[in-house]
């Protein structure tokens, strides 16, 4: 299973994401000197409806949590309920 797919099956299950797009923005970053990958996601839940940003990236980081000890340096998040622009 590759980054992206583990990170989108555990935002599906985790925090019952509609929609979850991951990108690998490892090689912009490459020469840094920094290991591990740098990754964007933009995530969908209805979770998050009702929710602050720093609140919603708090539940991905959670749902996120083994693979920031690990694969992932870096996090960029984009995180909306259903029907948010």
Do not use: C, N, W
């Amino acid at each position: 299973m590759t980054l992206a797919s583990l990170i989108e099956s555990r935002l599906r299950a985790d925090l019952g994401a509609t929609d979850v797009r991951v990108v690998d923005d490892s090689a912009a970053h490459a020469g840094h000197g920094a290991s591990g990958a740098h990754v964007s996601v933009v995530v969908v839940a209805p979770t998050f409806a009702g929710k602050s940003t720093l609140q919603r990236h708090r539940l991905v980081y959670a749902a996120l949590a083994e693979e920031l000890k690990g694969p992932i340096h870096a996090l960029q998040i984009t995180a909306r309920a259903p029907g948010e622009g």
